[in-house]
């Protein structure tokens, strides 16, 4: 330990560990106090909260809004909606149990000072679409975060949490995490009752469309780095639907949103000859995925699927149909603002290629895959669903606690609960801080305790890569070629290489197969190994190597879930070559994977779906 | 670069560094100003434009697509609860936009501690912090309504 005596380690006594500062963290700090009034409850966040998360830079609509004041739509409406978005396969003990209590978050972000766009007429919350209603949300995060730090005993930013930490005594119990401070360098070592999980999902597993600058201007923040995933696996928590990628059709280049255009603005889709194309492939879909094509609205994947066939066949791009809806001065506003409120890049892109829409329709795009558990896509932790009425197999104790005792989630860490969005992932993390509340209570005096061998072996693990740097540098004369270590940038090129070309990336146009797959995770192993071989230069490096080797270790889940799943359940996200068709009989089920990281095996298993709701 | 700060407008205050999501925006050692190191995990998010009290800090758009000539500038102002935007194309014309941020004071937020406590029973109870009353309807959606057709409940 020579080699690391210098480094300060810090120890952070805490009661409820909230790790990851966006939506889901903030929910679960403010609820955990309101419950947890004599409690500490500790945020850790590895940028800063005021601007943290998927919404750092702000959203132009809460895409999860019920309205039940008004009786515009009923929590098990929701939960119809989301399933059939998702073919069929989605937690609806937790969708019903997120749906039914967001309207009070929402309200209680008009309360905070969040300003919600009123229909003149009725003076209701304008809706964007059925599910959507519109903000002026530059300030969204700001104001969240301002409630999250008055509930919070401490809030730590700049610390990015590497591992999860397991009781000394009892085992499958969580009892702490450990990081790094990304400014000083100090070890902290945060000791919990409870931890909830509520970092982000991936961005840059799979290679992107634009690799220089450009990479940055991923679809999903490239600061959303699989630690929502990497930190329960890493502790065995078992994962569901981590196959259930999502691939975004979206505004060419800057990823600007769509949903505004088709629900607000009444804008469409046509190809290059100016035709309308979805139903050209009405019948190739129903070939693959029968009568899922028949409901409505139409799953997002097989609209995605669509574009696809279209541009293969040589009438591409699709482009959005704007220079109708751009001609009323109201709508043109409507369309730019939505991009300066949570995409500016998009407004960069249109500005500096002269596209304004008034004159020209854009092109669309499919982006590359990500994984995530809060947008039209379910990947996540296998998670305990509501007391009163979650089947027996989705109930172990308490509401959103993964398979390892005293782990929580929200937000991108949950799995099987598509379509929360903002709202729903802050409603999500109020679930979990609450339910967080109450283990604590019935803990008594049986606490968890952290391992001192545990977290001295881990400073050496998290470290490592800055004395690989400081050993190898002296090799080289210069630049970025070592023959000993690899740069944080070379690792990440490397595993965005193997997903695209292997598990279903654009380079494949979203194909894979079982040999594929296999030849995927052999050079994933291999990445693996050479993980430990990665250099970093200063702090900043530090943690783009542990974000690495979160994406890493995510990826390896997504793989070995496709590889699972016999069949193309979402043709749109990524097609089975050798299984190509929806197989109900016998893949209506989730897929549940559980990693030992003694072994390094990863066991595979299918859940029933239970249908609750009509 | 996509952010980059101009050398004579930064005093290298580090309010960028303070708050860039990414960790991209540093303060250089030689000049003692801020830079952006990493341009290629730059999500062109503006928190970094809109925090800088100089206004030393631009966005050019990403060099894979975005030709040269455009700018799209910022003013966020938290006691007018504003932000304006003005848009330059790269053939000259010019688009501005003006939206509300904020509806009540800054630092406004009651934590939920200064609510009443509730109850220890209510620990046990399905509803959150301030519901029912907060959800605007009388209570708090029970169970699912029961299912019609008891065929589609399926043991896989």
């Known amino acids: 330990m020579g080699l690391f005596s210098s480094r300060k380690t810090i120890f952070v006594d805490s009661d409820v560990l909230v790790i990851g500062g966006g939506f889901g963290g903030c929910g679960a700090a403010y609820e955990s106090r309101y419950w947890g009034r004599d409690l500490k409850v500790v945020i850790v966040e590895k940028a800063n909260i005021e601007r943290s998360g998927a919404v750092a830079q702000g959203l132009y609509a809460i895409n999860c809004y019920m309205g039940m004041q008004w009786d515009e739509n009923q929590p098990e409406d929701h939960v119809r909606y989301a399933r059939n978005d998702l073919m069929g396969l989605v937690r609806e003990d937790l969708g019903y149990d997120i749906a039914r209590h967001v309207d009070s978050s929402v309200h209680k972000f008009e309360e905070w000072g969040l300003p919600m766009m009123k229909d003149p007429e009725t003076g209701r919350y304008q809706r964007e679409g059925k599910w959507q209603i519109m903000i002026h949300g530059e300030s969204y995060k700001p104001i969240i975060a301002e409630a999250a730090r008055k509930a919070a005993t401490e809030t730590y930013n700049r610390i990015m949490v590497t591992h999860l930490l397991m009781d000394k005594k009892k085992k499958n119990r969580v009892a702490g995490a450990v990081g790094f401070n990304v400014r000083t360098g100090d070890y902290y070592v945060f000791q919990a009752k409870a931890v909830i999980v509520a970092a982000g999902g991936a961005s840059h597993i799979f290679k992107p469309r634009a690799v220089g600058e450009g990479m940055g201007r991923t679809w999903y923040a490239p600061w959303s780095s699989a630690s929502a995933y990497a930190l329960p696996i890493q502790v065995g928590a078992k994962m569901t639907q981590m196959e259930n990628r999502i691939v975004l059709t979206r505004f060419k280049d800057g990823y600007g949103p769509v949903g505004a255009y088709f629900l607000h603005l009444k804008t469409y889709t046509e190809n290059v000859n100016g035709e309308e194309y979805e139903s050209t492939w009405y019948e190739d879909t129903k070939s693959l995925v029968g009568d899922y094509i028949d409901r409505h609205p139409v799953p997002t994947c097989l609209r995605n699927h669509a574009i696809l066939r279209e541009v293969a066949a040589g009438r591409g791009p699709i482009r959005m149909v704007t220079k109708e809806a751009f001609k009323d001065p109201h709508k043109e506003t409507v369309g730019w603002e939505n991009f300066l409120g949570m995409t500016i890049g998009q407004a960069v892109v249109w500005a500096s290629q002269n596209i304004d829409p008034k004159e020209i329709n854009p092109e669309l795009t499919t982006s590359e895959p990500y994984v995530m558990g809060s947008h039209a896509t379910c990947s996540g932790a296998w998670a305990s669903g509501p007391e009163d009425y979650a089947p027996d197999d989705y109930q172990w104790g308490y509401n959103r606690m993964m398979t390892v005792d005293g782990l929580f989630g929200a937000g991108d860490t949950i799995g099987g609960t598509a379509h929360k969005f903002s709202s729903g992932s802050f409603t999500e993390g109020r679930i979990a801080g609450k339910a967080a509340v109450k283990y604590i209570n019935d803990l008594g005096r049986d606490e968890p305790e952290v391992d001192e061998t545990e977290y001295e072996n881990l400073k050496a693990v998290v470290f490592q890569p800055m004395e690989n740097y400081k050993i190898g540098r002296n090799e080289i004369v210069g630049g970025t070629v070592s023959p000993s270590y690899l740069l944080p940038i070379h690792g990440l090129q490397r595993l965005e290489k193997i997903m695209d070309e292997y598990v279903g990336g654009i380079g494949t146009t979203y194909m894979t197969n079982e040999w594929g797959l296999n030849k995927g995770l052999e050079h994933l192993t291999m990445l693996e190994e050479d993980l430990e071989h990665i250099g970093a230069e200063d702090l900043h490096q530090l943690q783009r190597t542990w974000e690495l080797k979160h994406r890493h270790l995510a990826s390896v889940s997504v793989t070995h879930h496709t590889l699972f799943r016999k069949e193309t359940r979402w043709p749109g996200y990524y097609y089975r070559g050798d299984h190509p068709k929806l197989d109900d009989k016998d893949w209506h089920c989730f897929t549940l994977s559980r990693y030992d990281a003694q072994s390094g095996e990863w066991e595979m298993e299918k859940a029933p779906v239970h249908h609750i709701i009509d | ?156």
């Open chain 2, 1 to 156: 670069m996509p952010t980059f700060v101009y050398m004579t407008r930064c005093d290298g205050c580090g309010h960028c560094v303070d708050i860039c999501p990414s960790d991209i925006m540093h303060i250089d050692p030689v000049y003692r100003r801020a830079v952006n190191i990493e341009p290629n995990f730059c999500w062109e998010c503006y928190s970094c434009v809109k925090a800088c009290p100089q206004h030393a800090i631009d966005v050019r758009g990403y060099a894979d697509f975005a030709p040269l000539g455009h700018s799209v500038r910022v003013l966020r102002e938290e006691e007018k609860g504003t932000i304006s935007w003005k848009l330059k194309f790269r053939d000259g014309r010019e688009k501005e936009f003006v939206s509300p941020i904020r509806t009540t004071p800054w630092g406004s937020i009651k934590s939920p501690s200064d609510y009443e406590v509730p109850s220890i029973e209510a620990l046990n109870d399905q509803e959150l912090a301030h519901e029912p009353e907060a959800l605007n309807i009388a209570a708090l959606p029970g169970p699912p309504p029961p299912m019609k057709n008891k065929k589609r409940k399926k043991k896989s």
